[in-house]
């Protein structure tokens, strides 16, 4: 398949154009003669460019309304299985639209597109939404026999089907597939064979079959049909097949996706990201990457307060050979996963985890990004405090926020305010008050790099308990942190490099 294409009717689309270049770097701007000027290559006629790129099979971004593309790509509309990835992108960045091309991994890029974007793409596709699978396209190792039978078998599965699963396949076992158990190793009855087919046309919930094959296979092959779907496995392609423990190490990496914006992962990260076979994380962390996540990428959601059982199980999985994902926000190795990982690997030494290649991969700071909004409050010396008394007392972060404040230290606070943690801020701002006069600068940021993004600039007297909660992340200036006023009333914090 081609680079993928943006296609633009004016110069007030260049803006989006360059942004989703951010996360698709080898797209093309193409641009329509007379109105665009900053446009990397320019068209006469909208209608025959788009045609033109369609046939070539090139993924056609256009930020435009989705009804014009839809009328001048209709008339080729015969295969879908050809059909390259179509999408509409709104001109201000407001929508994302996948239109045609969802057997080409359309869905997949409107998500990379829509996270730059800070907008949710909008998927329609109800087997990937229910399942986080998608049938018609698997990974590029498998090849689905049958597809002609797919529609139906993908309809029967929505209507409340189960799956019997032959061989293995860990896109379709890690997915949200209906998937049947077996008891004492065998199939209940009416799972196989003839068997099979009777009960689907006489139960309303069938056991339907899908069944794994190697490329050059010597086992018997169940008949490809509407209430069977045959993927064939070639064994030579190495680009995700997951590695056992007798073959080499499994490998677990602990990233960090930075505050929020998709723009502040680093390319490490990314390329870790799309590799791995196995993503673990907080749901709300792996729904910022989300993305990036491949077909074949399994993801194992939890609560964000069960760190040490998240790092346990990662753990586990990169034993048996997988390649690991943890998912932190921010930077791993501050008040997230890097720390807990390793706090089980010490705790329980389990001899399966001894050969596992373990890699940190640092992420942009909630405090780091904080910083950049107001210039560079962090210029001088500086520490961070988490406020939460979950895994300390009060009266150890009280003794820290007071030795931080005696050193004149600039001081970052993690976790300020929660719903059951109310008064602990306003209790910090009184120790501060003892060592730092009431106009001493602080800088309230919440929801970095995500929408509803909120920085504010106060005084320490002003600091109340409804200026934060667990998702700001605040800044508290030394007795030399200055404020500076750029032209247009443009406001500067920074700590002096010296004393």
């Not at 990004?369 to 150890?396: N, T, Y």
Request: one cysteine or more.
């Amino acid at each position: 398949m081609n680079a993928p294409v943006i296609i633009i009717l004016g110069e007030a689309s260049i803006p989006v154009a360059r942004q989703i270049q951010t996360v698709i770097p080898e797209a093309v701007v193409y641009g329509l003669t007379n109105r665009t000027q900053s446009a990397d290559l320019t068209y006469d006629n909208f209608g025959d460019t788009v045609r033109e790129l369609f046939r070539s099979n090139t993924p056609i971004l256009g930020i435009c309304a989705a009804g014009i593309l839809i009328r001048t790509i209709a008339p080729l509309l015969t295969n879908k299985w050809q059909e390259p990835p179509v999408l509409a992108i709104a001109e201000d960045g407001s929508a994302v639209v996948p239109l045609l091309g969802g057997l080409q991994g359309v869905n997949h890029l409107a998500r990379q597109i829509a996270a730059v974007l800070h907008v949710s793409a909008a998927i329609t596709t109800t087997g990937e939404l229910r399942f986080q699978t998608t049938l018609l396209s698997p990974p590029p190792e498998y090849r689905l026999v049958n597809p002609e039978d797919a529609k139906t078998f993908i309809s029967n599965v929505l209507a409340g089907a189960t799956v019997k699963l032959i061989g293995e396949a860990p896109w379709l076992e890690q997915s949200r597939l209906p998937i049947a158990e077996k008891e004492n190793g065998e199939w209940g009855a009416g799972s196989s064979g003839e068997e099979n087919k009777e009960n689907i046309l006489t139960l309303h919930s069938p056991t339907l079959t899908i069944q794994i094959v190697q490329k050059n296979r010597t086992e018997a092959m169940q008949p490809p049909g509407k209430n069977c779907l045959v993927y064939e496995f070639d064994p030579e392609s190495n680009s995700s097949r997951l590695p056992t423990p007798d073959s080499r190490p499994g490998k677990l990496a602990i990233v960090g996706t930075g505050p929020g914006s998709f723009a502040w992962i680093s390319p490490e990260v990314k390329e870790i990201l799309q590799s791995a076979t196995d993503w673990v994380g907080y749901k709300t962390y792996l729904n910022l990457a989300e993305p990036l996540r491949k077909p074949h990428t399994a993801r194992h959601e939890s609560d964000n307060r069960v760190e040490l059982d998240r790092a346990r199980s990662a753990l586990d999985l990169a034993a048996t050979g997988r390649t690991v994902a943890i998912v932190s926000s921010g930077d791993p190795g501050i008040y997230a996963m890097a720390a807990a990982v390793f706090e089980v690997l010490e705790r329980e030494a389990k001899p399966e985890w001894e050969q596992v290649e373990i890699q940190v991969c640092p992420g942009i700071s909630a405090m780091q990004a904080a910083a950049a909004q107001v210039g560079a409050p962090l210029g001088h010396d500086f520490c961070a405090i988490s406020l939460s008394d979950i895994l300390k007392s009060w009266e150890v972060i009280a003794q820290r926020i007071s030795a931080a404040a005696q050193a004149d230290f600039v001081i970052a606070f993690y976790n300020p305010v929660s719903k059951q943690r109310t008064w602990q801020l306003e209790k910090a701002k009184e120790i501060l008050l003892q060592w730092r006069s009431p106009q001493t600068p602080i800088v309230l940021a919440r929801n970095l790099g995500r929408p509803g993004q909120t920085v504010k600039v106060k005084s320490l007297e002003q600091l109340a308990i409804d200026d934060a909660d667990m998702r700001t992340v605040i800044l508290i200036g030394s007795s030399k942190t200055r404020i500076v006023q750029q032209c247009q009333g443009k406001q500067w914090i920074y700590t002096p490099r010296h004393y």
